[in-house]
């Protein structure tokens, strides 16, 4: 098992990320009230971001969620992504407010 640092580009805050779990799950890092857990599966689509840099493996995403321009642009689900590399984040839709507006209350 490998870990890699995830950086949340609007914050510059870094959490990590073991080769085994997904963005989401390494997310939880920040310590954020309102990070989505419940589904995990990709069924809701609220944990959408985009990667701008780094590498990901990636299963299987809805397509009422993630079309085919979106995974091009490398907007992808963080519950349906794993890292390959360190990567660089923007947080996307309805989990944004939940990152950017609160303050960590862990450090990663």
Do not use: W
Request: proline letters at 5%.
């Amino acid at each position: 098992m490998t870990t890699f640092n995830i950086t949340v580009n609007e914050t510059q805050e870094v959490f990590s990320c073991p080769d085994d779990k997904s963005v989401l799950e390494g997310m939880v890092r920040l310590g954020r009230r309102g990070i989505p857990l419940g589904c995990r599966g990709g069924a809701c689509g609220v944990c959408k971001v985009e990667v701008l840099s780094g590498r990901y493996a990636q299963k299987p995403m809805s397509r009422c969620h993630v079309d085919a321009d979106d995974e091009r642009e490398g907007r992808v689900l963080a519950c349906r992504i794993t890292p390959s590399t360190d990567l660089e984040i923007r947080v996307l839709g309805h989990m944004k407010r939940a990152v950017l507006d609160q303050p960590s209350s862990k450090q990663a």
